[in-house]
DNA sequence: GGGGGTAGTCACCTCGAGGTGACCTGGTGC
DNA sequence: GCACCAGGTCACCTCGAGGTGACTACCCCC
């Protein structure tokens, strides 16, 4: 098991807590989660996606969407019908990229609780 | 295990996906987790973990782990010599917490070669 | 011909995350 | 008295994420 530890010290390479941030700051922008696990149930076309993920913006979806596909997550493609559709899907990476995200998901879910807790304690101490 | 379609899906709660973005969220932002990371490795005072992170502001590391002691994940001790010292740790909340991130860190790690080269070849596509 | 669905792009705006530097309190050493 | 440490807070600034609405181009149905 990789230690969040190699992050802190150059000694494990100083950028794989760079790339392990940035990993968990794209996944924790506003939509990409939400994206990734629509996209989890099966392929959709654009504006599919847009009523399933809800109130999100075109230009966002649009963004988004290019986001995940360059970092290979997500793949886009273009069939050819009249009028021509476009029909996005996870790739095998965007897929196996769900399992560890899914234990930080359970982790969440489960522990909920005690950082609500937590949250008030701190407030009501704090006024 | 938990899947991340919970998240999607109102019926599952529609909450948990805005839980488990935010926890993505705090945890990707740009100082949480190398503090955490430094932590990991035992308790630091203040300046002590501002040395141990890098270029971080004053102002940044008393805000951050300001959020991360109100979320239980991290405790803050004064302890009463003179001068004064605060003595920063995990708590076990966030201990644990770094198993699911450790493995998301090990994902990470282990794929970060393909995420760039779906990025090389998706730029060169694009021009 | 007009309304609607397909998949977007572009220009503009807002608002908050993050950064900078000054300042504070209360020591200790010279 | 003066400088310097600890552990912060406060006021101010910048810059980019995210949102809004208009616009495109093409086709179908009524």
Redesign the interface.
């Known amino acids: 098991?990789?230690?969040?530890?190699?992050?802190?010290r150059p000694e494990g390479g100083e950028g794989?807590?760079g790339?392990?941030?940035?990993?968990?700051?794209?996944?924790?922008?506003?939509w990409s989660?939400?994206i990734?696990?629509?996209l989890?149930?099966g392929p959709l076309r654009f504006n599919e996606l847009r009523r399933?993920?809800g109130e999100i913006s075109q230009k966002m979806l649009s963004s988004t969407l290019k986001v995940l596909?360059?970092?290979?997550l997500v793949s886009r493609t273009v069939i050819a019908t009249v009028p021509p559709q476009v029909e996005y899907a996870l790739t095998d990476?965007g897929r196996?990229?769900?399992?560890?995200?899914?234990?930080?998901?359970?982790?969440?879910?489960v522990?909920?609780p005690?950082?609500l807790?937590?949250?008030a304690e701190?407030?009501s101490r704090a006024g």
């Not at 596909?69 to 290979?72: I, K, Q, T, V």
């Open positions: 098991m990789v230690d969040t530890r190699t992050c802190a794989s807590c790339a392990i941030a940035d990993m968990l700051a794209r996944l924790g922008d506003k989660l939400l990734v696990a629509s989890g149930e399933h993920v596909e360059r970092d290979g990476l196996e990229l769900r399992v560890p995200v899914s234990h930080l998901a359970e982790w969440t879910t522990n909920t005690r950082i807790a937590a949250r701190f407030d």
